[in-house]
């Protein structure tokens, strides 16, 4: 039992190291308002689906627009198949971007998803 548990730990602390996963601020006058994209972010906190990303054109799919000034784009590296987020994982990471990001009542940037083998998700707001 003890060995299964330490086995378990170990095997977390790898993926932790592994992912490289990043959030990058882009924050300025122009930026989607904070209020705008707080309200995206607590649509994925109660089970709004974010979609999946599509392997054409610039891999980004604007998956939710709203009239605060925010829109949610969920983007992909190039490739064959769809990426697909689901509701808990956009509501995180989006959350922890507005709490990084964040600046006055804006808002910018996006996170950055590792999903191994070259293949990522990046969850943008945009204006």
Known sequence: MFI???LSILALAVVSVIA???IKCETTDGSPSLNGCQT???GFAQGAD???AQPY???CRKVVTNNLGCSFSLCMQDGTEPQCSDPASAASFTQQLI???KSG???GGYYHQD???GHYLSYEFTK
Do not use: E, F, M
Request: hydrophobic content about 20%; glycine content about 12%.
């Open 40 to 42: 995206i972010a607590d």
């Open 4 to 6: 299964q548990k330490a």
């Open 57 to 59: 054109g610039s891999g």
């Open 20 to 22: 490289d996963d990043y």
């Open 105 to 107: 009542d804006k808002v």
């Open 115 to 117: 999903l191994g083998d």
């Open 50 to 52: 974010p979609d999946c």
């Open 99 to 101: 709490d990084k990001c």
